[in-house]
């Protein structure tokens, strides 16, 4: 199995063959976007949309997660305003002893 694909370098593009499996990467300009013309978007205005019933397609949509228990978390206490960084730093190492 082999994949094609093209690369930049400084003389244009590239194209490798690559065997699978294989890393690639990619670049900004993969997903460049299209323009739709205004006589194509009434176009697409007309065209009526088939809808279909899921059990038409045989998908078993039967739930297979049970929800055992939902609880709120815990109420936080409400924080602390210090006026300065001296403060800050006061209450850092002394209450909460993390420096």
Do not use: W
């Amino acid at each position: 199995k082999v994949v094609q694909v093209s690369r930049e370098i400084d003389a244009g593009r590239q194209v490798v063959d690559l065997a699978l499996p294989c890393v690639l990467a990619a670049d900004l300009r993969l997903n460049t976007p299209r323009f739709v013309s205004l006589p194509n978007i009434m176009k697409a205005r007309k065209v009526k949309i088939e809808t279909k019933d899921l059990k038409s397609f045989g998908v078993d949509t039967t739930p297979r997660l049970e929800t055992v228990k939902v609880e709120t978390p815990p109420v936080r206490k409400a924080g602390i305003v210090v006026k300065d960084v001296d403060e800050l730093i006061d209450k850092l190492k002394n209450e909460a002893k993390v420096i």
